[in-house]
């Protein structure tokens, strides 16, 4: 795949996620980014390298079992 420069709202949309997150991620170093001008930029093999090292078995990442209610009829 060709490597291009993708704009904020590109990486928003290919994640579904919204603009903090993404700010939050490239702050953070999870996810690298350059700056063109005054514009941030992610390349998409970088944005690849992130969606396939994603872990969906971390525990914030877990969708919590729905647990059995523990409530008595009287």
Known sequence: ?????????????????????????MSSGQLRSVKVG?????????LERFMAELDDTRPNLRIPASRPSTARAS
């Open 1 to 25: 795949m060709e490597n291009v420069l993708l704009k904020i709202p590109d990486v928003m949309e290919r994640l579904s996620v919204g603009q903090t997150k993404v700010y939050e991620l």
């Open 38 to 46: 005054r514009a941030r930029r992610v390349p998409s093999d970088e």
